[in-house]
């Protein structure tokens, strides 16, 4: 597609389940970035993949945050035992390694209940 | 480590009239800085960026910003505000000494431009 897409636009589910959330990158860009946006904030950096390994995962929360990105496009960020905490906007940019532009989706919103 | 200031939740300008939304930043290094807009259900957009060179830097929809070393700062600026620039904007820095995190941003908490007519 022309740009990144992310599935599901929104999530609902109860606390403690698990989630995953998608994210089809623009056909190309190496580089894949998760974000998370939580109401009255800007984007929180998690997790940054430069093809198909995690480069820098250092704004996970926690262990209960996963991400893969096993062929270098597609993405799945995985959360366990989801909390009401969790309840965010979860943004996914790609770009190439050395503009600085990046490309967002337009999020999955997550509510946790 | 990096972080970026937006001072003001919500700035209101009148159409036609010049428009500033404020950015002040910190990184122990040199910035890479930025400039993104979210429009309501929208994801976010690329504005404009300053790497090196000219400290004015021109970037989509008539925006602007200007590079300022010794205050930290990298306003945003446009000099005749349209009702459809409504909308939240986002600074954002790099350190462009931090290897190995890509182009990883750290973004300011927004500010809310309303334009009226």
């Known amino acids: 597609g022309a740009g990144v897409s992310q599935t599901p636009s929104n999530k609902v589910t109860e606390k403690g389940k698990y989630v995953e959330l998608r994210c089809d990158p623009i056909s190309g860009h190496t580089a894949l970035y998760w974000y998370r946006q939580s109401l009255g904030q800007g984007p929180e950096f998690l997790i940054y993949f430069q093809g198909t390994g995690a480069a820098d995962d250092s704004g996970l929360p926690n262990d209960r945050f996963f991400a893969v990105r096993p062929e270098g496009s597609v993405s799945t960020l995985k959360i366990q035992r989801t909390e009401r905490g969790d309840s965010a906007v979860y943004l996914c940019?790609?770009?190439?390694?050395?503009?600085?532009?990046?490309?967002f989706g337009e999020g999955s919103r997550l509510t946790v209940l | 480590a990096q972080s970026v200031a937006q001072p003001e939740d919500q700035v209101n300008v009148a159409e036609g009239n010049p428009l500033t939304v404020k950015c002040t930043y910190s990184v122990s290094g040199n910035p890479y800085l930025f400039w993104y807009v979210q429009y309501p259900n929208r994801g976010l957009q690329f504005l404009l960026k300053y790497i090196t060179g000219d400290n004015l830097v021109k970037g989509s929809y008539g925006f602007e910003a200007e590079f300022n070393k010794s205050q930290t700062s990298f306003h945003l600026k446009k000099p005749s505000a349209l009702v459809s620039d409504s909308a939240l904007y986002f600074c954002a820095v790099r350190d462009w000494e931090l290897t190995g995190g890509g182009n990883k941003l750290t973004f300011g908490t927004g500010t809310q431009l309303k334009v009226e007519l």
């Open positions: 940019a790609t770009g190439t390694r050395n503009t600085g532009e990046l490309f």
